[in-house]
């Protein structure tokens, strides 16, 4: 009886397929979702998408009453990095269905 010696290439080349398109639709549903950070006590809120693009900042009245530039550029920062860092977790999350718990490099 002779085995095929890329028979097991084949089955993994199979699974590796069906990896990237499950990654796919993971990263694509993931993407519609958002998470939010403020800071200032909520001076400054920022939401981010987990395709890590900016969906919306607001910005408390008060803070532009006070016409300090500096401090909402300070918050404007802080709040903008607290959400990438959310949005970040958040597919690290998603991605672990994909990967059972496997520190993958270049997987978030």
Known sequence: ????PFGNMSNMLKQAQAMQ??????????ATKEVEASAGGGM???KVTGAMQIASVVIDPEVM??????????LL????NEA???AK??????MKSLTGGLGIPGMF
């Open 1 to 4: 009886m002779s085995k095929n």
């Open 65 to 74: 009453k006070s016409e300090d530039r500096d401090m909402l550029q300070d």
């Open 44 to 46: 400054v809120t920022v």
């Open 84 to 86: 990438l860092r959310k």
């Open 77 to 80: 920062v802080a709040a903008t």
């Open 21 to 30: 398109e499950q990654m796919g639709k993971i990263q694509a549903e993931a």
């Open 89 to 94: 977790d958040m597919m690290a999350e998603e």
